[in-house]
Nanobody, 123 residues
Framework: QVQLVESGGGSVQAGGSLRLSCAVYGLAYGLAYSNYCMGWFRQAPGKEREGVAAIDKDGTTSYSDSAKGRFTISQDNTKNTLYLQMNSLKPEDAAMYYC?????????????WGQGTQVSVSS
């Protein structure tokens, strides 16, 4: 069974940085060969969940407009871990951040989710 465990959230001041990690367990062939799409999502109180960054099966990355230029998604196949480097954080980035993976590359249909890690940004 696929399981995802996020870590790295915390409280930072505006302009600061955080790196979120998402350890992926249970993939038969590891991240490198399991042919999964991967993504980071976030949800702030009272708001809908939104996609932040994603990696397609061919390694192509994509970002939301709010994340472009500030966030970087990456993966370490030796550690079966997905990362989200977040720089120049803004108060509006505060949210619960989730990672998710699925062989079907439609975010609305991602089946495997982590428990989330909280990010707080003070002005």
């Amino acid at each position: 069974q696929v399981q995802l465990v996020e870590s790295g959230g915390g409280s930072v001041q505006a302009g600061g940085s955080l790196r979120l990690s998402c350890a992926v367990y249970g993939l038969a062939y590891g991240l490198a060969y399991s042919n999964y799409c991967m993504g980071w999502f976030r949800q702030a109180p009272g708001k809908e969940r939104e996609g932040v960054a994603a990696i397609d099966k061919d390694g192509t990355t994509s970002y939301s407009d709010s994340a472009k230029g500030r966030f970087t998604i990456s993966q370490d196949n030796t550690k079966n871990t997905l990362y989200l480097q977040m720089n120049s954080l803004k108060p509006e980035d505060a949210a619960m951040y989730y990672c998710a993976v699925d062989p079907v590359c439609v975010p609305e249909f991602f089946r495997y989710w982590g428990q989330g890690t909280q990010v707080s940004v003070s002005s």
